[in-house]
């Protein structure tokens, strides 16, 4: 048994190792030179606004799917937004990460029946990974400790349509609009054979940037790898609001 009088006769040799594993730890922390060490200990010490959300990564995809499956049926919470802001000036603990679509009619908050700090959601049409979005869903893993990762693609995904019409026909997109298309024309020349190539890309698209998120990230793929996170893809069907895995 460990009582307080063995931990203050510690000897030499305990006593160097002690040392040893404080500095060991402290250049772990230090290690992380893309990550304030700072913001990273002021999270830790801090107790989660939403204790809730403090789950694994196989509870927080059964929540998001039971929060799909209220709103399929219409049968959503009522979210009482006015108690949830005294917490959440405090900080958030989102359990889960989503990298969704722009498109108006997606929104993840609603489809998946959640509240405010529930859900750490980065947007752009076509729902692919930029360096941008990689950082945020990088500083929800490492310093909001988030632990489930999402990317949510959706059925008659514009981006997507025009990235085909890239491809199919030589279409050129006006200003900056190209750009959506060139990112996700990788994932519709996989499928350019396919019969149904506009629902095959949406899909491919979801499956390419899941890998995109594995392989781009040392943060992310460590923490995959030490169960801390889960990445999943799904598709948003339109006219039923179900989110099918993919
Ligand atoms: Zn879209």
Redesign the pocket.
């Known amino acids: 048994m460990c009582t307080s009088d063995s931990h203050s006769k510690a000897t030499p040799a305990t006593s160097h190792r002690r040392t040893f594993l404080r500095l060991s730890v402290a250049s772990s922390i230090a290690a992380l030179s893309s990550l304030s060490a700072n913001a990273i200990a002021k999270q830790a010490d801090k107790s989660p606004p939403k204790p809730e959300n403090t789950i694994t990564p196989q509870e927080a995809k059964n929540r998001l799917a039971a929060g799909n499956k209220r709103y399929v049926e219409g049968v959503t919470k009522r979210h009482d937004f006015l108690n949830e802001r005294e917490p959440l000036a405090t900080g958030q603990n989102p359990f889960a990460a989503i990298l969704s ?1 722009a ?1 108006s009619r997606i929104a993840p908050e609603y489809a998946f029946d959640s509240a405010r700090g529930d859900l750490f959601v980065v947007r752009v ?2 729902n692919f990974v930029s360096n941008d979005g990689l950082g945020s869903l990088e500083y929800a893993v490492a310093v909001l400790q988030t632990p489930l990762l999402m990317v949510l693609g ?1 059925e008659s ?4 349509k025009a990235a085909i019409e890239s491809q199919k026909d030589n279409k050129k997109f006006p200003g900056n609009i190209q750009l959506l298309a060139d990112a996700i024309a990788p994932s519709v020349k996989k499928v350019l054979t396919q019969g149904d190539i506009f629902n095959a890309s949406i899909r491919q698209n979801v499956i390419d940037n899941i890998e995109k998120l594995k392989t781009n990230s040392s943060i992310i793929s460590n923490a995959i790898d030490q169960k801390k996170l889960m990445i999943i893809g799904g598709v948003y069907k339109l006219a039923t609001g179900k989110v099918e895995l993919v």
Not at 157 to 160: D, F, K, L, P
């Open positions: 679509c498109d049409a076509g959706h995904c514009g981006a997507v």
